[in-house]
Nanobody
Framework: QVQLVESGGGQVQAGGSLRLSCVASGGTFRNYVMGWFRQAPGNEREFVAAINWGGSNTIHADSVKGRFTISRDNAKNTVYLQMNSLKPEDTALYYC????????????????WGQGTQVTVAS
């Protein structure tokens, strides 16, 4: 059983930056594809980004491409989401998730989920 704990959320002004972290425990981190999702009140959960086992391949949603970057450090069992040029529409609860395979990355079909960290962007 893999446990995921996110941190790094907070409130920032539009145009600011945050770096989210997600630490994994209870499994072999390098065996998992990692993803970030977000959900704003009243909205469906939205795919943000995913990264493969070694970090050599990433994918980002069009809505965050060029502003957000996913990365991982397998020695620290941690996946990151660097968020720059934040906009009010980025306000959401951000979740990290883990799965075994590099497929169906954006549909929420992940095996393990964290509890989320809140990001609020003020205009």
């Amino acid at each position: 059983q893999v446990q995921l704990v996110e941190s790094g959320g907070g409130q920032v002004q539009a145009g600011g930056s945050l770096r989210l972290s997600c630490v994994a425990s209870g499994g072999t981190f390098r065996n998992y594809v990692m993803g970030w999702f977000r959900q704003a009140p009243g909205n469906e959960r939205e795919f943000v980004a995913a990264i493969n086992w070694g970090g050599s391949n990433t994918i980002h949603a069009d809505s965050v491409k060029g502003r957000f970057t996913i990365s991982r450090d397998n020695a620290k069992n941690t996946v990151y989401l660097q968020m720059n040029s934040l906009k009010p529409e980025d306000t959401a609860l951000y979740y990290c998730a883990a799965k075994g395979g590099w497929e169906r990355l954006s549909n929420g079909d992940y095996d393990y989920w964290g509890q989320g960290t809140q990001v609020t962007v003020a205009s």
